[in-house]
């Protein structure tokens, strides 16, 4: 049997499926991965740009960091590989009204809800939003960006506490919800499928390791997990996904 079938007959049988999605998920969105040469880290060191410490050690710096960082987001969309995604949840929530499907994302982009996936854990938070340290408001990034001023972070309008975007930045603990409904969801599974991540960053790559179900992963390059999953295809995520959903006659 073709691998490209095998896929098809886990997604089939299983009811519990999770995906974990990364990057690779959104490079064809012409988002890069931060790791490649073009990617964002070929600009802003991570160690001074993307750490807790460096925000609160200086948070109108990070700002522009963060500013940057939206702009790159904003204007792009979902691609082919996030449609698909959905459109096999929709296939299985259908053909198996007891199943389920959840998407847990590292991604920071927002594509898989605009693309309508219908269950999505965002792990790393969401680019597109701003909150308060202090009481947690949030805010839509587009505003805050409009009013910057140049001499002073921004500010909560309810209790004046300072804003962040509203990503995981490193040294920074995951939101503590996502992280144990990702964890639940991924140790009930009975399919885990790993779509465009090196697997390099944790703790979402010890999800996978827990998951006691078949594994499937798509991912361009080797990952050091490979041989953790029972099926694993070195292409890209929109290739794989469109073979599925042709199979699948959807
Ligand atoms: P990563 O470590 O950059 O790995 C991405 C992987 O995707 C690489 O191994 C690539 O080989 C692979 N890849 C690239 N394009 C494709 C493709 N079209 N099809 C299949 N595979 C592909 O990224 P991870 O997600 O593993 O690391 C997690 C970080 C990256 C999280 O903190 C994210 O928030 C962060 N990130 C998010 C975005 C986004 O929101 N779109 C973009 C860049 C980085």
């Not at 998920?25 to 931060?34: A, K, L, Q, R, Y």
């Not at 809800?113 to 701003?130: C, N």
């Not at 930045?169 to 992280?179: C, D, K, Q, R």
């Not at 010890?206 to 078949?214: D, I, N, S, T």
Request: aromatic letters at 10%; hydrophobic letters at 40%.
């Amino acid at each position: 049997m073709s691998q490209i079938k095998e896929f098809v007959e886990y997604l089939e049988l299983s009811r519990n499926i999770v995906v974990l999605t990364g990057a690779g998920m959104s490079t064809d969105s012409g988002i890069p991965d931060f790791r490649s040469p073009t990617g964002l880290w070929s600009k802003y060191d991570p160690n001074e740009y993307a750490t807790i410490d460096a925000f609160y050690h200086d948070p109108q710096k990070v700002w522009r960091f963060f500013g940057e960082l939206y702009e790159s987001l904003k204007n792009a969309k979902p691609n082919q590989g996030h449609y698909y995604l959905a459109r096999i949840e929709q296939w299985k929530r259908e053909s198996n009204p007891d199943s389920s499907f959840v998407v847990i994302t590292q991604n920071i982009d927002g594509f898989h809800h605009l693309a309508g996936s219908t269950d999505v854990i965002e792990l790393h938070g969401d680019a597109r939003k701003a909150e308060c340290l202090s009481c947690g408001e949030l805010y839509e990034m587009e505003e805050i960006l409009k009013n910057l001023d140049n001499e002073n972070p921004p500010c909560c309008q309810k209790c004046s506490g300072l804003l962040k975007e509203s990503v995981v930045m490193f040294g920074e603990p995951l939101p503590i919800s996502a992280y144990n409904r990702a964890r639940q969801v991924s140790e009930m599974s009975d399919l885990f499928i790993v779509l465009g991540s090196s697997l390099v960053v944790s703790p979402a790559n010890l999800l996978v390791l827990e998951a006691p179900g078949r594994k499937v992963i798509v991912n361009l390059e080797e990952t050091i997990y490979d041989s953790a999953f029972d099926l694993v295809f070195h292409d890209r995520i929109t290739n794989v996904l469109g073979q599925v959903v042709k199979l699948l006659e959807l």
